[in-house]
C-alpha cells in the first residue's frame, strides 16, 4: 500500500486525490485551466507504479507534444526514480511507431519502413495525379493531400470511405487518388504521418490476436489534452480500453483549438457513453493564477455558447497589495508594440525576474518578426519554441537566396537553392551539367550558367528557361541602386513567381508562408539598401547559436497549451488578426468561438501578470491598415482590466480610456488605407500602395507619394522608368505610382 504521505499526494485536494487514487475503471477529469488536470496525470502514474497496481510498461501515458512527454517523465522519475523509463509515455504518433514497428507485417510493410515527411508526400501524391493523367492545376495535390488527411483524422481507410453524394466527381476522384496514394506509399515500404495511427487502427480491427495483446499489455491508460483528440485517435483509445476500462482522461473544453486539425469536442461527451458508469470528477480549484486574471479569463470565454460549463475559483492565497489587474495598452503600430513590450521585459528583469518566466504569445508566426528584432536590438536573450526563428524558415531562406544571388553573383549556394524554385524545368541533369562546367571553369555557378547558355551547348528547353533565369537575376542586379530596396525585393519575389508558388499552393501552412514573405518585405522597407538588409540578417542568425540559459520564449498560442509563465505577452489583438481574418471569413460562430477559446488559452497560461496589446496601424501583407481593437478585450470585464490608451490613437478616443469608443462594442471591418501620418511630421512619407497591375505608357503623367509629379519613359513589366520634374529620373515598380 501506498502510505498517505507519499510525496505526490502531499498537498492535493479532495478532487485531485479522488483523480489520482481511484485507479481502476473509466474517469474522466473535466476542468478548466490549470487546476491541475497534468499534475494529477502525473501524480497517478506515480501512484500506480508505486502501488505496484502495474509495471511501468504496462502504463500508456499520451501527451500533445513530445516536450509535454519529457517533461511529465522526468516529474514522475523525480517523484518514483527510474521506474519511469520505463513507462509507454509520448504522443499518439509516438507510440503507434513503437507499435507498428512491431507488427509492420500485417499491415504490408516491413519492420523498417520509413515515414515521410510533408514534402516527399506531396511529391508522391503529385506523381500519381499526373500518372493518372489529371491536371495539377484542375487537381492540386495539396487539397487532395488536405482531404487525405481529413479522411485520416477520422479513420477512414480508403475502403471505408462513405459513398459521396451521387454527382460530387472531385470526392470520387480524391478517394480514388487516395487508394492509389496508399498502394505508392506501401511499394515504397513508407507511411505518412496519419498513416501511424490508421495502420495501427487496421491492424487491432483486423487481427484479434494482435488487439488482445495490447489491450492485456496496456493495463493503465491515461490521457492529457482529451478535448483535442480526433476521431481516430479517440477509436483507438476506446479499444485499447474495451476489456479493462482503466482509463483516465483529463481535459478542458474551453481549450478545444485544433479543430481546424480534426479534434472532435464530442469525444468529451461520448466518453460517459462508451465508457458507462464512468467517474466524472471536477477540479475548481486554479493552482496557476491570480484572481485577476482567472475573473478576465472567465468572463471573456461566458461569451461563447454550447459550454459544458464550470466553475473556477483561486486556489491559493493572493496577498491583494502585490495583485496586478490584467492590462491592455494601445500603441502606435507594431514596431511601437515590440519597443513596449520588450522595455516591460527589461523592467521585470531588472527587478529580478527570470526571463525564462516571460512570453509573449502570437496568433500568428509572422508576428514573431518584429519582437525578435527588437529582442536582438537590445540584446535580451530568447527563444522560439515550437517553430523556427523567423529567418530560418525555408520561405525566408528562400527569399534571402534571391536577395543573396543579386547582391552577389557569386553566392553559388544561393544560387542552387532557388535555381529550379519555383519549377523552372531545370532537371538534376542540367544541374549536374551547370555544376561540372562550373568545376572545371573554376567558375561560380551563376557565370558557369551564363556561359553554357551562350555556347548553345545544352539542350534547348533547359537552355531557354537558364537563359530567362540569368537574364532575370541581371535585370533586378540592375535595378539595385534605383529601386527602393523593398520595392525591389517585391519585384523579384513577384517577377520570380516564387510569391505565386505558395499562393497557389493549398497546404495548410502556405498562407502563412505568404504572410512570411510579405513580412520580410516590411522588415527590408527598414534598411537602406538591401545589401545592409543582408548584413542585418547575418547578425541576427549569428546570434542564433546560444539556445541554453535564461530566455524570454516566442511562440504561437495554439504551441503555449498547457503550459504557465510569470507574465505573459499577448500582442496584436485587433480584430482581423486576432479574431483571424480566416475565422472571421467562415462566417458563423464556430470559427470565432475556436478564436476566443485561443484567446481565453493565452490569458490563462499566465500566473502573475498579463499584459495585452493592440496597434493602432499595422503593416499586413506589406499594406498599412488601420486596425480595430479586437472583440475580445471588450469581452474582458472592466473591472479586471486596466485599459491603457495612448491620447488620440483611436479615432474618438480622445484621451479617453479606449473602452468609451463605440468602436469597441461594434467592430467593422477595418479599412485598407496608408500609413496614417502622426500629429507630428512624420520622419518619411509613405508610399501609397495602389492595386497591383496598373499599366502606364511612354509618356504617361504619374504621381508618386516621394517624388511627385513625373513622365514615364519606358515600362519593363513591374518596373517603370520615371523622369521626376523635381527627383530626376527614378525606376520604381508601377504599385507606387498613380496616374496624374
Ligand atoms: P492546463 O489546462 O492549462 O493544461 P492543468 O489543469 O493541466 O492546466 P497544471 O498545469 O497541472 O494544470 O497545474 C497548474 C499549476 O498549478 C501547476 O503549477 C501545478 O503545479 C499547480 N498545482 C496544481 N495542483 C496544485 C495543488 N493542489 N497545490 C498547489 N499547486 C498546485
Ligand atoms: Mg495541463
Not at 357 to 386: D, S
Not at 679 to 706: C, I, L, M
Amino acid at each position: 500500500a501506498v502510505p498517505d504521505d507519499a510525496p505526490w499526494l502531499a498537498g492535493l485536494n479532495p478532487e485531485q486525490h479522488q483523480a489520482v487514487t481511484i485507479l481502476d475503471g473509466p474517469l474522466l477529469v473535466l476542468s478548466g485551466a490549470g487546476t491541475g488536470k497534468t499534475r494529477v496525470l502525473t501524480a497517478r502514474l506515480a501512484h500506480l507504479l508505486a502501488s505496484r497496481r502495474a509495471q511501468p510498461w504496462q502504463c500508456l501515458a499520451v501527451t500533445f507534444t513530445n516536450r509535454a512527454a519529457r517533461e511529465m517523465r522526468e516529474r514522475v522519475a523525480a517523484l518514483v526514480g527510474p521506474a519511469a523509463n520505463d513507462l509507454w509515455l509520448g504522443t499518439f504518433h509516438s507510440i503507434c511507431l513503437r507499435i507498428l514497428r512491431r507488427h509492420a507485417e500485417a499491415v504490408g510493410l516491413t519492420h523498417d519502413f520509413t515515414i515521410l515527411d510533408a514534402d516527399d508526400q506531396l511529391r508522391l501524391l503529385k506523381r500519381v495525379i499526373e500518372e493518372e493523367g489529371l491536371d495539377v492545376k484542375s487537381c492540386p495535390p495539396q487539397a487532395v493531400m488536405a482531404q487525405i488527411q481529413r479522411w485520416k483524422d477520422q479513420a477512414l481507410a480508403p475502403d471505408k470511405l462513405p459513398a459521396g453524394r451521387p454527382g460530387d466527381a472531385a470526392q470520387a476522384r480524391s478517394a480514388r487518388l487516395y487508394r492509389l496514394y496508399q498502394e505508392r506509399l506501401r511499394g515504397l515500404n513508407a507511411c505518412d504521418f496519419g498513416d501511424l495511427l490508421l495502420h495501427v487502427l487496421t491492424l487491432f480491427l483486423g487481427d484479434e490476436g494482435v488487439l488482445r495483446y495490447w489491450q492485456g499489455r496496456f493495463r493503465y491508460l491515461l490521457v492529457d489534452e482529451y478535448q483535442d483528440t480526433n476521431v481516430a485517435q479517440y477509436l483507438w483509445l476506446r479499444l485499447l480500453a474495451q476489456t479493462h476500462h482503466n482509463i483516465c482522461c483529463v481535459g478542458d473544453d474551453d481549450q478545444s483549438i485544433y479543430s481546424w486539425r480534426g479534434a472532435e469536442i464530442g469525444n468529451i461527451l461520448r466518453f460517459e457513453q462508451d465508457f458507462p458508469g464512468a467517474k466524472l470528477v471536477r477540479l475548481e480549484r486554479n493552482y496557476r493564477s491570480t484572481p485577476p486574471i482567472l475573473a478576465a479569463a472567465a468572463g471573456l470565454i461566458a461569451h461563447n455558447e454550447g459550454r459544458l460549463g464550470k466553475t473556477l475559483r483561486p486556489g491559493r492565497a493572493h496577498d491583494p497589495a502585490t495583485v496586478e489587474k490584467v492590462r491592455s495598452r494601445a500603441v502606435w503600430d507594431g514596431e511601437a508594440e515590440a519597443r513596449m513590450v520588450v522595455e516591460e521585459i527589461e523592467a521585470l528583469h531588472r527587478r529580478g525576474d527570470r526571463l525564462s518566466g516571460m512570453a509573449i504569445l502570437v496568433r500568428v508566426g509572422f508576428q514573431t518578426r518584429e519582437f525578435e528584432e527588437r529582442l536582438i536590438a537590445t540584446g535580451v536573450p530568447y527563444r522560439v519554441i515550437g517553430g523556427p526563428r523567423f529567418y530560418e524558415r525555408a520561405e525566408i531562406r528562400d527569399a534571402l537566396a534571391y536577395l543573396r544571388l543579386v547582391v552577389a553573383p557569386s553566392d553559388s549556394l544561393a544560387f542552387e537553392r532557388i535555381v529550379n524554385l519555383p519549377k523552372r524545368g531545370l532537371g538534376n541533369a542540367a544541374l549536374g551539367e551547370i555544376a561540372a562546367f562550373a568545376r572545371a571553369q573554376g567558375l561560380p555557378l551563376l557565370e558557369a550558367a551564363r556561359r553554357l547558355v551562350a555556347s548553345g551547348e545544352m539542350k534547348p528547353r533547359p537552355r531557354k528557361a537558364l537563359g530567362e533565369f540569368v537574364a532575370d537575376i541581371d535585370r533586378w542586379r540592375a535595378l539595385l541602386g534605383s529601386l527602393a530596396p523593398e520595392d525591389l525585393a517585391d519585384t523579384i519575389l513577384d517577377e520570380s513567381g516564387y510569391v505565386a508558388m505558395w499562393k497557389a499552393d493549398k497546404a495548410p501552412d502556405a498562407a502563412g508562408r505568404v504572410e512570411n514573405l510579405a513580412e520580410l518585405t516590411a522588415a527590408i522597407a527598414e534598411y537602406e539598401s538591401i545589401p545592409s538588409f543582408l548584413e542585418h540578417v547575418a547578425l541576427v542568425m549569428e546570434n542564433d547559436a546560444k539556445a541554453e540559459g535564461d530566455r524570454v520564449v516566442v511562440m504561437t498560442l495554439h504551441g503555449a497549451k498547457g503550459l504557465e509563465f510569470d507574465s505573459v505577452f499577448l500582442p496584436g489583438w485587433e480584430e482581423e488578426v486576432f479574431p483571424h481574418v480566416r475565422a472571421l471569413e467562415e462566417g458563423g460562430n464556430k470559427g470565432l468561438e475556436e478564436e476566443r477559446r485561443l484567446a481565453y488559452v493565452g490569458l490563462t497560461r499566465a500566473r502573475r501578470r498579463v499584459l495585452i496589446s493592440f496597434a493602432a496601424n499595422r503593416r499586413i501583407y506589406n499594406q498599412w491598415r488601420t486596425q480595430l481593437p479586437s472583440r475580445f478585450l471588450a469581452e474582458i470585464p472592466d473591472d479586471e482590466i486596466e485599459r491603457e490608451a495612448a491620447p488620440g490613437l483611436f479615432a474618438g478616443g480622445g484621451g479617453e480610456p479606449a473602452p468609451r469608443d463605440p468602436s469597441w462594442e461594434r467592430p467593422e471591418r477595418p479599412r485598407w488605407s496608408d500609413r496614417p501620418q502622426r500629429a507630428e511630421p512624420a520622419a518619411a512619407s509613405w508610399p501609397k500602395p495602389v492595386r497591383r497591375g496598373a499599366a502606364f505608357a511612354v509618356g504617361a503623367r504619374v504621381r508618386h507619394d516621394r517624388f511627385g509629379l513625373g513622365t514615364v519613359l519606358a515600362v519593363e513589366g513591374h518596373t517603370v522608368h520615371v523622369a521626376f520634374d523635381e527627383a530626376g529620373p527614378r525606376t520604381l515598380i508601377d504599385s507606387y505610382l498613380t496616374a496624374a
